[in-house]
């Protein structure tokens, strides 16, 4: 029978933020060639998927989320012809190519707002929002804009980074989500920076440009799309005020959801015009069930679990977040998306704050039931940059997460220049790069190699269904079963730093601690790192 399987159900992917991964052009910042000259390593990695962060024309006031031309890759990435040639080299090596959608915004450099904002009478005036003043000169409403306040990482005393969103140091909040423009003497609208004007998806000639914008990328050959900040398109009519608590969340965290769910599903639509291709979506939501409302046959087909990643590495926290993904996915027929870093966020390993943690987390995340999304660098344990404030150029504070990819032992890991790399190396980036750690077996590129190929080779892992084993608070123990196949794997994850015992099957006990040990008879360890266990039934190979 041949497996009916989306390819994307199961898959791991592996996003590139193609600033930062590889520079083949010298001038420091990774550009596309960077990325097809290293597609080996993403092969022997074993990715079913990449992700492309934006590479399309841009100012790069927001680094690539502000689009000047949806349909060109801006000459500091390369041209459209190298973005083919790394599509037709990455499908060679049987890796799959999703690339960035931004649907909410583009850039006040894009000829759509230029003609926009040249007068009120331009055929293009209302592809963006745009409105008088109040009295007073007080802007529409009262809805502030993103990355312009800061959001705050504080380490919690289990040496944790949490995250504190909103508040600017010293108390301010984010500036207004309206700027004047004084050709015309209207204000216009924008979630994220003034050089990221929203366009209004309620007029349907900007919905049929997006589409296009779609369709170009599509008849290219790539397999699908990311797609931006997608709860953004949906604001409600008559833009009313927030009340004072949410106007603090940039876009006043008012959502239109209906409307939402009918950009998506037009959305899809364009998609299932062609074979095979899929859509995830960054969606904000305060747990999974919530999120999952934008998945489905005519939505997305997957959209990021985030809460995990604003929480912290506890047992009884992730138990949580499981079961309710577990509960918002397998009542409809939904599949989960898990993702640790990115590269809005600090990365998990400096999140957690120790590397036996990073290692664990990397056991959960490709063995729980869903698609995986690794951030570039996860597979080498990398932790943020420090960033000196002089170098510091992202208005986000997100610069730290977005450092280059360290390839090589010493000083220029592998960004050989001549130009010095846009921003400083991750702060373990000596003991951290690909050379050194593709050498120790026991690092966590090879612990990452492992659960990959053993992802690859076990249905069980990559479709599978997800049960819950009895293990002590601080242990999460689960089996994944196909029932198709019969396959099984169990997977213990000990959140604590003592040794943890799970009695499996009521006739072994494993002990995860920095030793593995058990009599073997029942199963055996396929993975392990020194927190966490995968294992199949002996005699079973993988
Ligand atoms: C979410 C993206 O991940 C982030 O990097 C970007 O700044 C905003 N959306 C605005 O496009």
Known sequence: MPDETPWWKGAVFYQIYPRSFADASGDGIGDLGGIRAHLDHLATLGVDAIWLSPFYRSPMADFGYDISDHCDVDPLFGTLADFDRLLADAHQRGIRVIVDFVPNHTSDQHSWFAESRSSRDNPKRDWYTWRDAKPGGHPPNNWRASFTGETHWVRDDTGQLRPRFGVKAGGDVHASAWTLDD???????????????????????????????????????????????????????????????????????????????????????????????????????????????????????????????????????????????????????????WVLSNHDTPRHADRYGTQSRARAAAVLLLTLRGTAFLYMGDELGLI????????????????????????????RHGWDGPADPWLPFPRNAATHNVERLSRDPRSILHLYRALLAARRGADSLRTGAFEWLAAPHTVLAYRRLSAATGDERAVIVNFDSAPAHVDLDGDWVVEVSSTMTGNGEAWTGEVASDRAVLLRPAGVRG
């Open 183 to 337: 050709a015309t003497g209207q204000l216009y609208l924008h979630e994220f920076l003034p050089e990221q004007p929203d366009v209004d998806w309620r007029n349907p000639a900007v919905a049929a440009a997006m589409f296009d914008v779609l369709r170009f990328w599509l008849d290219r050959g790539v397999d699908g799309f990311r797609v931006d900040a997608v709860s953004s398109v949906g604001k409600p009519i008559g833009l009313p005020d927030a009340n004072e608590k949410l106007a603090m969340i940039p876009g006043g965290g008012l959502t239109d959801d209906a409307f939402v769910f009918d950009v998506i599903r037009a959305l899809r639509e364009v998609l299932d015009g062609y074979d095979d291709k899929m859509m995830v979506g960054e969606v904000h939501g305060l747990d999974a069930p919530e999120i999952m409302r934008h998945v489905g046959t005519d939505k997305f087909h997957l959209a990021f679990n985030f809460p995990p990643m604003f929480d912290r590495w506890r047992a009884d926290r992730w138990r949580r977040h499981i079961d309710e993904t577990e509960a918002g996915t397998q009542r409809h027929d939904l599949w989960p998306a």
């Open 384 to 411: 943020d940059a420090f960033v000196p404030a002089g170098r510091r150029v992202d208005p986000g504070g997100r610069d730290g997460e977005r450092a280059p990819l360290p390839w090589t032992d010493g000083d």
